[in-house]
């Protein structure tokens, strides 16, 4: 049904895909607690987080951004701004909203060392694909073999701790998780 793997040349024959709902960015408490009941409501999320790339070996720097998507909806929580509060580790641990990335391991060790949670309801695309015979491990494969549709990676290693998120910032990590809540519904329409 889906194809195992996908080139480089036919996903830049593909449409651009990219997140066109409203992108709220949570950097303030009062922010935080005006969108938190929107957060709350959802069943299912897209889930993503953004780091300052470093370019020295052996240097990490903490998690700035902490992406949490709807279908039509992307709030981007500066973690470097307001930290990871209690109202968004309650929404990590809660086991009735579905929480959807991409090789997510690594994200929730760094989120679990800022704010020690246990979390739930987590669904790995890099383990979900493979159980419909997909092998690619990228999202930007993936996408291309279940959406037919390119997602753009051009921002990847911008400085997530700017003051301000440009505008190409602000869709590209909108993107990245919104495109892992997409691919999650469509392989579940096909089951």
């Not at 753009?152 to 892992?180: F, G, H, P």
Request: glycine share 4%; with cysteine.
């Amino acid at each position: 049904m889906f194809a195992e793997n996908v080139t480089t040349e036919e996903i830049n024959d593909l449409p651009l895909y990219q997140f066109s709902g409203g992108i709220f960015i949570i950097d303030t408490f009062e922010k935080l607690d005006f969108y938190l009941p929107l957060i709350k409501d959802q069943k299912i999320l897209g889930f993503d987080t953004e780091t300052k790339p470093s370019f020295k070996k052996g240097k990490n720097n903490p998690v700035s951004l902490l992406q949490l998507t709807s279908k039509t909806q992307a709030f981007l929580i500066r973690i470097n701004k307001i930290g990871l509060p209690p109202e968004i580790s309650d929404i990590l641990i809660d086991n009735n909203i579905k929480k959807i990335g991409l090789a997510i391991k690594d994200d929730i060790k760094i989120l679990k060392n800022i704010a020690g949670f246990e979390p739930t309801s987590f669904i790995d695309l890099q383990d979900y694909v493979s159980d419909f015979g997909i092998e690619a491990m990228s999202l930007k494969k993936i996408t291309a073999i279940v959406l037919n549709k390119r997602i753009s990676k051009s921002q990847q290693v911008t400085n997530w701790d700017r003051e301000e998120l440009s505008e190409a910032q602000q869709i590209y990590a909108a993107t990245d998780a919104w495109a892992c809540l997409q691919v999650y519904n469509k392989l579940n329409q096909e089951k």
